[in-house]
């Protein structure tokens, strides 16, 4: 609440200081229409529309703040859920940027408020915190710090699964809130060191505040590579190191890598080929948990803990309004050397359709067919449409 | 042919600053932190083939304000806004623009559109002066996006 009460201060604030015409604002409205079906159908209605605000605070800072209302329902045989409206905070930062104050080719950015944290990766932390974000950059050197806290979003957004005191709050749908934890991040990134590849290496820690159960400290300390091949071949491949603190020392792993060919003369076709890999508990090591828990896939309901995917993508753009993509993944355990290490396989459709700047639509659809035995197909179609106002 | 022009003006003033102007219009545009009615409508409308190159800034200033493409309260040394300059090069190169630019044309979503297709670039909002050499680079970006053919 003293967050929010912050942040409104600030805004407030700045709009007694700005000047009135330099003000933007927009309506931003999602829709997101599932049907699924898995033995039996279950179809889900998001609709959000967030008002969000910008403005110059001074030449080299401004203020973006943004609210949101949203309204979610899901349908099946049994019933329905409803949850008529919520009303959050969205992204507000107040963030600025000078070049060349510290020598040249030297910048420094920094931002606080609510604000965007992703690694490098995004497989260990891809959410929005209360926090701060500090980075500068000297020649090909750039370096970043950040310290947030989590208790303050809402666990859906914050998506935090990592002791067994998440889980319950988790499923307890009169928590609104996600855990109390604090975050901190560091980043290194190296401009080429060697021609067509960047190296870097991300950390982050998580501290947990929560005054339930015994605490559950973790640490990701990820190197990565970014590299080019010519035109168009890119690829990249990161490691994460997990280790923690329940207070028994744990370790735990992940890692990945994707190849993406482009030949824009060629409709834009793109091909992709990616492999993801994040532990299961065996042997030393424990399941992987980041601090914000993401998706393996677009049909499959599996997350990025215990798995590993391979998947190859393809996608041409038609003409300049539209994409159209078709994504194959074949899915197994964390641990590949257990009994029957594959879990499924999945396939899906993907087609973009943005016939002008400020409305877009997205179809999606795909099957997912597991490998155990007794299990039913999963087929899922999406319609998304966003219109910004 | 006056795209050529206007696109070897660009690429000039884009290349180097130490390229001598004989061209006083120019000098003066690139000069100017703070382009303001008149500098703009010469320019967009000029590049835009809606008027020759012989006119004057007052002649395309009330051509501009004839097509109702500039606020009725504008003068000619009146500071131009990145959403005004937006609506002008919207206007004078014929951009279609977003739906809402469609039901509502006008700098506000001028402006949006020009962001979304990458003619504005950097910090930016829609209330901020516009210099000469930011409009002569966002010129050649709507030629870009436009297509220099056709």
Known sequence: MKARILALALLAGALLAAPVAAFDFGLDVLNVSSFSYESEWSFSQTDRATLWLSLPVSPSSSIYASGLYEFTASFGPGGYTMVPWRLDLGRTEWEGLSTGAFGPATSFRWSVGRIPLQDFSGRVVSSLADGFLVEGSKGNFSARLAGAYAGLLSKNDARILIDADDAVRWADQDQYFAPSRALAGMGLRFVEPVEGMDLGFDAWAQFDLGPDGLPTHTQYFEPYLDGRLGRGFRWRAWYILETGQDPDFFSSMAAGGRGRWSWPELGGLRLTGSLFWASASSGELRQFSPLSTSLVGGVAPMTFADVTVLSADMAVSPSDWMDLGFNLSVFGRGDLGATDPFTGIEAALDLVMAPVSDFNVNLSGGLYAPFVAGLPLRWLGTLTATLEL | ?150
């Open chain 2, 1 to 150: 042919m006056r795209k050529v022009v206007a696109l070897a003006l660009v690429a000039l003033v884009s290349a180097t600053a130490a390229v001598a102007q004989s061209n006083q219009f120019m000098d003066t545009l690139l000069a100017s932190k703070q382009l303001d009615f008149g500098q703009a409508s010469y320019l967009v409308l000029v590049a835009s083939d809606n008027i020759g190159e012989d006119a004057d800034a007052p002649r395309a200033f009330e051509l501009l304000g004839s097509m109702g493409w500039a606020p009725e309260d504008a003068t000619l040394e009146t500071p131009v806004t990145l959403a005004q300059f937006s609506f002008m090069l919207m206007k004078a190169f014929g951009l279609r623009g977003g739906l809402m630019y469609r039901l509502f044309p006008g700098p506000r979503y001028a402006y949006r559109e020009l962001r979304s297709v990458a003619v504005i670039q950097g910090r930016s909002d829609p209330g901020m002066a516009v210099d000469g050499s930011a409009a002569v680079r966002m010129l050649g970006r709507v030629f870009d996006v436009k297509g220099v053919s056709e």
